[in-house]
């Protein structure tokens, strides 16, 4: 039985977005405790942090709600320095909630990524999908991404940002052909997710609900 769950993000704690939609799947009787990769920086240190073009780009939130893009080499030195922190105890587990491919990070004590439980689930939950529709926050992430699908199943891509004022009806609706949709980043909400779903008339998975899904496992 877990008596403790430090969630790590990429963003600034707290995380008011995303934690407590997560912790409703947990017991209450769970410590949870949070850990951002960009805790400490100022902007203007956050700023030096976007992505060179041979770098991928991962989003994220800062402490005021604002998006930032930070470059996924200087954040995997980061979150690796985080988990390295971890207690290697059976009873605390330590989760890094981004669906970005961090497939070479790893921790002392119990650990998931939050990747490794959407993409593996996706791939469980839509086999026989024919069409795959991926919701990504940014445009370059299209060829970026990592998503396990079959060779014979066609991904078709809608860009909306979990973040920004961007039109998720739209969304929806560019991807309605699809058998399924997967909504691929830890910070979209369930009210996005209700609005593509609205408006594709497809079922529609949202990444947070399967981590917390599989997180309710361990308790």
């Not at 991928?56 to 402490?63: C, E, F, N």
Request: with cysteine; net charge negative; charged share 25%.
């Amino acid at each position: 039985m877990l008596d403790r769950i430090t969630f790590i993000t990429l963003g600034q704690t707290p995380r008011s977005d995303i934690i407590p939609e997560v912790a409703n799947a947990l017991s209450e009787h769970v410590d949870i405790n949070e850990l951002g990769a960009l805790d400490g920086l100022s902007h203007d240190e956050i700023r030096k942090l976007y992505p060179e073009p041979d770098d991928k780009a991962l989003v994220t939130r800062l402490r005021d709600g604002t998006q930032t893009v930070i470059g996924k080499r200087w954040l995997e030195l980061r979150l690796q320095s985080l988990l390295d922190r971890m207690p290697a105890k059976s009873k605390q587990l330590s989760v890094l909630l981004c669906t970005g491919d961090f497939s070479s990070l790893s921790a002392p004590g119990l650990y998931i990524d939050a990747q490794h439980l959407v993409d593996h689930g996706v791939k469980a939950l839509c086999y026989t999908a024919k069409s795959i529709g991926l919701v990504l926050p940014l445009r370059r992430q299209i060829d970026e991404h990592h998503c396990i699908v079959s060779p014979d199943q066609k991904l078709l891509h809608a860009v909306a940002s979990p973040y920004l004022a961007d039109d998720f009806t739209e969304a929806g609706r560019s991807l309605s052909d699809c058998d399924i949709i997967v909504m691929h980043c830890m910070g979209y909400t369930s009210s996005q997710r209700e609005t593509v779903a609205a408006s594709s008339g497809r079922p529609v998975l949202l990444s947070r609900k399967l981590v917390a899904a599989g997180l309710s496992q361990f308790l």
